[in-house]
């Protein structure tokens, strides 16, 4: 089959080639799946940095072509998406049944891709805030593939404001049309006494966030970015900080998983959000890492998989 694979260039981000590598085999409670999309996000760039030769994972849409030991047959054939942990782009990936989902008949490759993942966790961010209906909620990172849905759900949960904030302002008319009333940058001033902060981007940000919220506010930060608070500026106002990412949720509530996901394709199948995925070519990776690391991507960035016969 064909792989994706990364080598060091330099004081350069790593650089991919497609390499042949060995169809993997699954095993004990995995199952294979011939890749048709795969998702490239800011996760898959700070392992690149940190390991020039690393094999991100990330999530994908294809097709279950064999189940291993122990894993119901009744999956194969069926069109999947999901979270694999590493080597995603390629041909074939394994993946564990847990994590992945079956897509309704009709959903298109790059709606389920921006949904199986990203609309997860911006779904779980909102929750993790408590009820939206009524509330002004700001969203930091909102133009990335899970911030620009987080936008349209807020909206369709009630909220009384929607306040994109993203790197600059040629982002702005993007997550407008996702559903923000506002679109301020991350350098310029930003609103006090805001009820709900979803930070996507962390460092600096996080604090800043705590800092304009209103009394009884909360923040959650659903970012990889790290940051701290200063945990005197919590006390005054009753403020909370809470985080949060899909591991937990994952592993102990499978119920709750299910329901969100089934809301998603609700919503998808009423038009009432409208992820935004940019698909490109393998061949075109470079590009698509260059963009996402310099922040210039809108919305989720994605690869098609070479078809068998290319």
């Not at 799946?33 to 849409?61: F, I, K, Y």
């Not at 189940?67 to 390629?90: K, N, Q, T, Y």
Request: charged share 20%.
């Amino acid at each position: 089959m064909r792989a994706i694979q990364f080598s060091a260039r330099g004081d350069r981000l790593p650089g991919s080639r497609i390499v042949e590598a060995p169809r993997p085999q699954p095993e004990p409670g995995q199952l294979l799946v011939r890749t048709e999309l795969s998702g490239v996000g800011v996760g898959a760039v700070r392992m690149l940095r940190a390991d020039a030769a690393a094999n991100p994972g990330g999530e994908m849409v294809g097709t279950v072509v064999a189940a291993g030991p122990g894993v119901d047959e009744a999956w194969i054939g069926m069109r999947v998406g999901g979270l694999v942990f590493d080597s995603v782009h390629a041909e074939y990936v394994c993946a564990a049944p847990a994590l992945i989902t079956g897509i309704p008949e009709g959903v298109h490759a790059a709606d389920a891709l921006a949904l199986v993942r990203g609309g997860l966790v911006a779904r779980g961010a909102l929750r993790a805030a408590g009820s939206v209906a009524g509330k002004s909620v700001l969203i930091t990172g909102a133009a990335s593939g899970s911030g620009h849905l987080a936008l349209q759900l807020a909206r369709v949960a009630g909220a009384s404001e929607v306040i994109a904030v993203v790197g600059s302002a040629g982002k702005f008319d993007f997550v407008t049309r996702c559903g923000a009333d506002r679109a301020l940058s991350y350098d310029g001033s930003w609103p006090e006494g805001i009820d709900i902060v979803l930070d996507g981007v962390g460092g600096e940000l996080v604090q800043r966030g705590v800092d304009i919220l209103a009394p009884h506010g909360s923040l959650v930060a659903f970012g990889g970015g790290g940051g701290a608070v200063d945990a005197s500026t919590l006390l005054g106002g009753l403020k909370t900080v809470t985080g949060f990412s899909m591991a937990l949720p994952s592993r102990t509530r499978p119920d709750l998983i299910a329901e969100d996901r089934a809301r998603l394709w609700e919503l998808l199948d009423d038009r009432m959000i409208h992820p935004h995925v940019e698909v490109r070519g393998w061949a075109e990776m470079d590009a698509v890492v260059e963009s996402i690391a310099t922040r210039r991507n809108l919305g989720r960035m994605a690869l098609t998989a070479p078809l068998e016969s290319e």
